[in-house]
């Protein structure tokens, strides 16, 4: 029998940049909120002399513990979906953070042509040229309506970085200067611009100085100890929600954090959120939470999973193509979105051991919609990048193609390359496929007995197409910075999806749009449906773009943040539905 707890006037699922921000915001602003989190608590102390790779890249130790709870993946309807087991094939956030402890940091905004793809894209090249099946659509908003969000996200994270020469427009700098210039990011830029593309220092939350954030929270200065990503920084340089927006509501004295309180339902009644059922997971007692207003921000897959299990919205059916939660799964996966060249140098040397998860350059010359692609067997992008994340010794060990993997030669060569060889990548953009999508395993449960989600996912002729052609520039750039031997990665016909979920990187499953027929919620990432019930994160992503999605998670969660304020003194929804063409 569930306890019922004081009500609250905010309640949030989950304690990462998407719950943490609107906590803070709601908090600051005088509201009661109640943030429920699966995992433990964490400091900043916690991580102190705990660069330990065995403990963090191989065990993962930070990691959601994927025996109590995971999804189930196939790449068809006509396979049985199978439990994702290993850490290896899945890192996904937990305790205080979320992911957000354990990222690289490296942000971008998304482009305009991201918000507007539908529109932009017939407006260009006509209707025929999406591909049927392919279910991009407009998000509901326009980068204009985003930008001062993205700005206020980036003054919170203390973000470092220098202007995009061909970027779009910005109300303001980067709070803080770009991060160091390496040999290698040298030889990368130099041989971009040779080629006529735009390079420029990637935007980082690895704060570069000093800085205190407009919350007052105070974000030190990144040494570029390289044990970044799957790490927490015990310097506290990088910006994470511990640091910033947690610290910040915390303060206020309106947020309580419970931590091991595993959220399984939304409670609803007459077309309202009503609370959130869950369970302590030290004593098994189940909670019931009141609250005015719900927050769902546990990551895409905690959220669409909350929806289908709570009955809330209509679960998206492949098969006839109706229904919205679960619908336009997409993400970057580690053997399609993210490849490019590997040079290896006989008589250059590079410190390849020390970087920052988000140290590097980038271009943007062949983003989202910049490239025409009038042509082209593709739409949308990629970026290019050279990141600079320092190798960690157990974790890489790069020879060139053709070494032995043992005895002298292997030995000899891991040596003699060690600081030999550098990386050059892009990342793709994922467009979303009325084959791809989440629903509810009907065989495999969770550790209180409730169905897993499950996900279909397959590869198509879009995603080899864009990652080839993006695989192409990276080995221009690679032979332009002069390696001895390039070997570009290779994208097979016959590639498929490997069931991995490594990159952090996934959206989809309860979207945003104008049109309720169309999508799950407003631009506010309120519930069309349920108009005191939001939900946050990349979840509301209709399409991934080719960046990563961090910076866009949080402007948006700042953007739910001023929604629910005006929710909690107006009512209603927030934005009128538009029928638009596709209802
Ligand atoms: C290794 C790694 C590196 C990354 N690097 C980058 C990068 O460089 N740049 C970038 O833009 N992005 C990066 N990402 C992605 C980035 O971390 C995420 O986009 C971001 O953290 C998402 O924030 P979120 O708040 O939506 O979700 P999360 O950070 O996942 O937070 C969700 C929280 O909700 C909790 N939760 C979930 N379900 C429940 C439940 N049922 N009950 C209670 N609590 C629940 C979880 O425990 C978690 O703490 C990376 C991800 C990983 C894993
Ligand atoms: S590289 Fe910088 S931001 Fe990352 S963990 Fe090390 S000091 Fe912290």
Redesign the pocket.
Same mark, same amino acid.
């Not at 699922?13 to 943490?20: D, E």
């Not at 960046?547 to 910076?551: D, R, S, V």
């Given at each position: 029998m569930a306890k019922k707890l004081k009500k609250a006037d905010v309640a949030i699922? %989950?304690?990462? &940049?998407? *719950?943490?921000i609107i906590g803070a915001e709601l908090s600051k602003k005088g509201y009661k909120v109640v943030a429920?989190?699966?995992?433990e608590d964490r400091e900043v102390a916690d991580f102190r002399g705990e660069k330990d790779e065995l403990r963090y890249s191989q065990r993962y130790a930070l990691?959601?513990d994927l025996s109590k709870d995971t999804m189930t993946s196939r790449a068809t309807q006509d396979e049985e979906a199978l439990p994702v087991r290993t850490n290896k094939n899945a890192?996904?956030?937990?305790?205080?953070?979320?992911? %957000?402890?354990? &990222?690289? *940091?490296?942000?971008?905004r998304y482009r305009p042509y991201d918000f507007e793809i539908r529109s932009k894209t017939v407006e260009r090249y006509g209707e025929s040229k999406i591909p049927k099946g392919m279910t991009i659509q407009d998000w509901g908003l326009t980068y204009d309506d985003l930008e001062p969000y993205y700005d206020k996200y980036e003054k919170t994270a203390g973000m470092s970085g220098e202007p995009n020469p061909i970027g779009p427009k910005r109300s303001d700098d980067y709070p803080n200067v770009p991060s160091l210039e390496t040999p290698s990011i040298r030889l990368f830029k130099d041989a971009s611009e040779k080629l006529g593309y735009h390079p420029y220092q990637l935007p980082t939350?690895n704060v570069t100085e000093q800085y205190t954030n407009p919350d007052g929270e105070t974000i030190n200065a990144c040494v570029y100890c390289a044990f970044c990503?799957?790490y927490g920084c015990h310097f506290g340089a990088k910006a994470d929600?511990i640091i910033t927006v947690l610290k910040t509501a915390q303060k206020t004295g309106n947020y309580e954090l419970r931590y091991n309180?595993?959220?399984?339902r939304i409670l609803h009644q007459n077309g309202k959120a009503t609370g959130v059922l869950?369970t302590d997971t030290l004593t098994g007692q189940e909670y019931e939470q009141p609250a005015d207003v719900v927050v769902a921000?546990?990551?895409?897959f905690?959220?669409t999973?909350?929806m289908l299990l709570s009955k809330i919205g209509t679960p998206y059916n492949p098969k006839t193509r109706e229904g919205i939660i679960g619908k336009n799964f997409t993400g970057h996966f580690s053997n399609i979105n993210y490849l490019g060249a590997r040079g290896f140098f006989e008589k250059k040397e590079f410190n390849t051991f020390m970087g920052a998860?988000?140290l590097g350059a980038t271009f943007d010359d062949f983003a989202a919609d910049d490239l025409d692609h009038t042509d082209l067997d593709f739409l949308h992008g990629f970026e290019v990048q050279h990141q600079v994340s320092g190798l960690r010794p157990i974790e890489n060990n790069f020879v060139p193609s053709g070494t032995p993997s043992w005895g002298k030669e292997f030995k000899d060569k891991s040596i003699h390359y060690a600081n030999r060889h550098l990386y050059v990548n892009a990342l793709t953009g994922t467009m979303p496929w009325d084959h791809n999508y989440m629903d509810l395993d009907p065989k495999y449960t969770d550790f209180r007995g409730d169905p897993l989600l499950r996900v279909t996912n397959k590869y198509t002729d879009q995603d080899k197409n864009l990652m080839r052609y993006a695989i192409d520039i990276c080995t221009k750039i690679m032979k332009e910075m002069g390696a001895d031997t390039v070997e570009p990665d290779k994208v097979e016909d016959d590639t498929e999806f490997n069931n991995s979920y490594?990159?952090?990187?996934f959206a989809g499953g309860v979207i945003m749009g104008d049109d309720p027929a169309t999508s799950a919620l407003n631009s506010y990432q309120q519930m069309w449906e349920m108009d005191n019930l939001f939900v946050?994160?990349?979840?509301s992503f209709p399409h991934f773009g080719n960046?990563?999605?961090?910076?866009t998670?949080g402007a948006l969660?700042y953007r739910t943040a001023d929604g629910i304020d005006r929710y909690l003194k107006e009512g209603g929804l927030l934005v009128q539905a538009e029928q638009t063409a596709l209802s």
């Open positions: 699922i %989950g304690s990462g &940049w998407a *719950g943490g429920l989190e699966r995992g990691m959601q890192i996904l956030g937990t305790d205080k953070g979320g992911s %957000g402890v354990h &990222w690289n *940091g490296v942000n971008f939350a990503e799957t929600p309180a595993y959220a399984h869950y921000a546990g990551f895409i905690s959220n999973r909350l998860g988000a490594t990159t952090g990187h946050a994160g990349a979840s960046y990563n999605p961090t910076e998670v969660a």
